[in-house]
Every structure is written in C-alpha cells, then in structure tokens.
C-alpha cells in the first residue's frame, strides 16, 4: 500500500476518476466509493491501466448509512474524504427535485455522521458555480453573493455547502474546503477515462464531440442575442486534470491547516469563453468541421460567469497546467476512444 488512505465518494465518475488519478500520482491511497449510477464499473480497471495500480472501490450507495458506516469503520486513520457523490444535472433535477434532495443531501449527512462516528476531520466537497446564480458581474469571487437558487440541483449545492460550514463550527477538529467548479471539459491525455454521459448530454462539450462523431445529428447553440461579444454564452471552460489536482491540494491545504474550518476556492481558469469560440477552436484544433446551428435560448442560461480564481492559486499554489486547445484535444481524443 502506498501513502496515506484518501476515501473518494463517486470516484468513478468523471472529475471522481481523474482526481483518483491524481491523487495515486500524489502517493496517496484512494478509496473508491461509487454505486455506478452515474459511472460505468469497467473506468475502475481503466484508472487501474493509468497508474498502473488496482485501486480499492466499494460499491456502496452512499445513502445507504449502513454500508457507509461498515466500510468507513475498515479505514479510521484516512486522512480525509472527498465527496463527489451527487446527481448533477440541472434539467434533470427540475423534473426530479424530491430524488435530488434525497440523494444530495442524504448522501452528504450520511457522509458527515460517519466521519464523525470514526473521527475522520478533513473533508473537501464537489461544489459548483451554480450557487452564484444570475451573477450581477460577468467575474466571480469566493465573495460573490449566493443566490437564490434557480434549479433544485443549484439549491442542494448551496444547502450542502449551508450544511458543512455549521457542521465544521460544531466539530473542534472538523475542517472542509468547498470547491465551487466552473465549467469542467476535456479528458486524461491517455484516453482512457473522460466524460461520459448518460443519455443524451446536457453539458456543451459532450454535445460538441457526440455531434463530431456521428451519435447526435447537430449541436444546437442556445441562443446568439445575449449582451456578449459574438451574443453566446461566455464560460469559463476548465480542464478536467487541472480541476482534480486543485483537490489534492485542497486535501493537503485542510492536512497542513492547524485551524481546523470551512474554506471556499472557486476552481477555475479565470477566462471567459464564448459557445461560437469554443466550437470555433474545436474545429480548428481536431481539424474538423462541426453541424452547429443557432436555436433559441436555454431556460435558466446566464449570460456569462467565470472565475476569479486568485485565492485558489494563492493558497493552494495551484494553477491550470493546461489550456483549453489541450481539452478540447482531449475531449475529442476520449471522444473516438468510447
Ligand atoms: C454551457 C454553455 C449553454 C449545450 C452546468 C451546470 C454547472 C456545471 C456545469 C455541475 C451554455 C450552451 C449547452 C448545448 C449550447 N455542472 N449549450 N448547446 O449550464 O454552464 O453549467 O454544467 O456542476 O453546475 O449548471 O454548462 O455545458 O450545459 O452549457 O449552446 O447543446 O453551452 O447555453 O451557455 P452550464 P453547459
């Protein structure tokens, strides 16, 4: 066995896998903990070609507090765990909101009693951009005002951040970070573990590949007649492998911590992107010509939101390796592969 043990609820799923990766490069452990509702069984053996190591995984449904219990117990000295497990699609949960917050924040509790019950204290939590809502400027900060939800799955992110801020001031050794992602994209540079959707994608870049590759017919662009430089959508595009080492350093910042609390980052590149800019530098980087047509607008789309991401690389001394012509490689790369 190597460093010390890391549990990962969902690591088999997209940023779950490859921060398994990163944290095996990073000499520790990994534990997997995922029921592969939304991950397939066989990205546990392909992680297992990327770092040459068969990874640990349970598969426990994190709702189920018996189970998290049993197998919490088996590894007390863990230096902490981080929690993926969540359903994450906007759309979905408007139609299921009952299902979100039964599994997000049951999860989550389930999560925080077990790692009270065997005295576990460092927690890093999968959040995202989503609780800032309609911003009231294009560039966000750790400052930036949570809004008032707009879907029910924005609303169980900020109830489950609510949630880990009081538990850390309950608990004398209790600390978390919350990482709020932007718009995560790309895929391992060896191709073997990436996005993969259920159904069809909600998100743009798994739209974008699909479309390249034959499976969907043509992308459709929600909208062209926003307050923006070409009238689409800006985002701040982040690629998958810079987002998943952020949480190793998350993990080591809380480890190195002597004040034990609860700490935001928003993870990020800091730039903007266009959807028109981001389909543009796909064609030209796979060299390739994408069916795109311009549709009308997405409910619940803001114009444009992307990070300020100083505090992240300040305190965590991360930075973005990557750049988004590496992931949309990437992506497309993993994108063939399936
Ligand atoms: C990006 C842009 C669309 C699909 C969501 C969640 C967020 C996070 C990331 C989990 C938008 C446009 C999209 C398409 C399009 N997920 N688009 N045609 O909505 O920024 O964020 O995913 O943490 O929480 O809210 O991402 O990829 O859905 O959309 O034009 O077929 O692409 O309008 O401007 P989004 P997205």
């Known amino acids: 066995m190597q460093g010390e043990i890391v549990l990962v609820t969902g690591g088999a799923g997209y940023i779950g896998s490859h921060t398994v990766v990163e944290l095996f490069n ?4 990994p534990v997997i903990i995922d029921d592969f509702r939304n991950s397939q069984p066989w990205v546990i053996d392909r992680i297992a070609k990327i770092t040459k190591v068969a990874p640990i995984f349970h598969a426990i449904d994190c709702q189920d507090q018996t189970a998290v219990f049993e197998m919490v117990k088996n590894y007390k000295n863990a230096l902490g765990l981080i929690h993926f497990a969540a359903d994450k699609a ?23 009693n077990a790692l009270k019950e065997f005295g576990i204290n460092n927690l890093v939590f999968s959040s995202s951009c989503t609780v800032y809502g309609e911003t009231d400027t294009p560039v966000v900060t750790e400052q930036s005002p949570v809004k008032k939800a707009t879907s029910p799955y924005g609303d169980t992110k900020i109830t489950c951040e609510k949630l880990i801020q009081f538990n850390a001031e309950a608990l004398q050794y209790f600390g978390a970070t919350l ?67 952020a949480h190793v350093k998350a993990l080591q910042y809380l480890d190195d911590s002597a004040e034990k609390k609860c700490s935001i980052f928003n993870l990020g590149t800091g730039k903007g992107t266009s959807v028109l800019e981001l389909i543009i530098a796909f064609e030209n980087i796979n060299q390739l ?19 300020n991401a100083e505090k992240a690389k300040e305190a965590l001394d991360w930075a973005c390796e990557f750049t988004l012509e590496d992931a949309l490689k990437h992506s497309w790369n993993w994108e063939k592969g399936i």
Request: net charge neutral; hydrophobic share 35%.
């Open 90 to 112: 906007v759309g979905e949960s408007v139609q299921k909101p009952v299902q979100y917050y039964q599994n997000n924040i049951g999860s989550l509790c389930t999560v925080l």
């Open 289 to 307: 010509k994408l069916n795109y047509e311009i549709g009308p607008r997405r409910i619940g789309d803001v114009a444009q939101i992307y990070a």
């Open 179 to 245: 990482l709020r992602y932007f718009n995560p994209i790309g895929a391992h540079p060896s191709g073997l573990i990436g996005e993969l959707p259920q159904g069809v994608p909600n998100n743009l870049m798994p739209y974008i590949t699909q479309t390249a590759k034959g499976i969907r017919e043509k992308l459709t662009v929600f909208g062209d007649d926003y307050n923006t430089k070409d009238g689409t959508n800006i985002r701040d595009y982040i690629h998958v492998v810079d987002l998943a080492k």
């Open 26 to 29: 990073a000499g520790y452990t």
